[in-house]
């Protein structure tokens, strides 16, 4: 069955947080290198996404236990897989392998898992952050005009790490985490022109992130401009994840509901962080937040953010399965 049939009968889970399953390791620089890499002149520890060739058994077994508390989706572990971001340990030459090497990892779970239980089949989304510079901002207070990187510079960066994802195998591409439109808008471009180039098609959804009360992404949008602005692609879902907790994302996702012709996602941070960067949001409060939004149609597909755990996915899971999913109008269909 195609995920637009699925996503028409039941609310769809996304796993939760990577970062905070692979913190649980307590890794050192060692976890992050192998024969080619025992002589690379820069610290590699904390660049997650290469552990999906360093530490593959423990990618897998991430991805295992969102599936087994009831994830139909998970996501690839390349957050920051672009050569953008990868610079920062002079490992742009990597970026295509980091890439493929993760999807067929997520594959191989996905398609043991779809294996034993063929009635919820389970799904691979290639992550896509938003990379470490923003096209329409400047980051130098002083010079307002400045830009540490270009449109075009964007566009070859992402269709580097898209090829790798489409490559590997992945059933659909999510930019997620968007700050900046126009870095969501040369990511879309990319891949856009990437399927004309390759033939290979798959369904993109996009999740921006609300920065503070003002309901704005951080490069200005309300949540309606956001939409309007990504809304000439024909997107699978559009969403909002990170940043607030699920309480706070309610009035942005209701904006959502009312005006999107696509399906709609969100995938919040377990609450805000404490004063040590912790999150204290339990599994069971989450879910209850999350609740209030399926109560009201709000949403097709939902999971965990920063701090959230399958513990948390499971309680999520649980309350999902409850409701039904938003359904899409004539009018937006």
């Known amino acids: 069955m195609k995920l637009q049939d699925i996503l028409k009968q039941r609310i769809l889970v996304l796993d939760g947080a990577m970062g905070t399953m692979i913190q649980r390791h307590k890794l050192t620089e060692e976890d992050f290198r192998n024969e080619q890499l025992k002589d690379h002149p820069h610290p590699l520890k904390g660049n997650n996404d290469l552990l999906s060739i360093t530490r593959p058994d423990i990618i897998k077994d991430i991805h295992r236990q969102y599936f087994a508390a009831g994830a139909d989706i998970a996501e690839t572990n390349t957050f920051g897989s672009t050569s953008i971001a990868q610079a920062d340990y002079h490992l742009e030459s990597w970026v295509y392998q980091i890439n493929f090497q993760a999807t067929r990892l997520a594959k191989e779970v996905a398609e043991e898992f779809t294996k034993k239980e063929p009635h919820k089949p389970r799904f691979v989304a290639g992550s896509m952050g938003p990379t470490t510079k923003l096209a ?34 992945v059933d659909m591409l999510l930019l997620e985490t968007i700050t900046d439109t126009l870095n969501a808008k040369a990511a879309l471009f990319a891949i856009e022109e990437l399927f004309e180039e390759t033939g290979k098609q798959v369904p993109i959804l996009v999740s921006g992130t609300i920065t503070d009360a003002s309901g704005r992404i951080l490069s200005g949008q309300t949540t309606e401009a956001f939409l309007i602005s990504v809304s000439h692609v024909p997107l699978l879902s559009i969403g909002l994840n990170c940043a607030l907790g699920a309480a706070a994302l309610r009035p942005y996702l209701q904006v959502l509901n009312e005006k999107a012709p696509f399906f709609v996602s969100a995938h919040p941070n377990a609450g805000l962080p404490n004063e040590f960067g912790q999150y204290d949001q339990t599994p069971d409060q989450m879910a209850a937040e999350i609740e209030e939004f399926l109560k009201e149609g709000l949403i097709n ?33």
């Open 136 to 169: 329409s901002m400047s980051p130098d207070v002083n010079n307002p005009g400045y830009r540490a990187i270009s449109f075009d510079q964007l566009v070859v960066a992402f269709k580097e790490q898209a090829k790798g994802l489409l490559d590997g195998g």
């Open 301 to 333: 597909i939902i999971g965990g953010c920063c701090g959230s755990t399958p513990e948390h996915i499971s309680k999520i899971a649980a309350v999902a399965k409850k409701y039904q999913p938003r359904q899409l109008t004539v009018e937006h269909a």
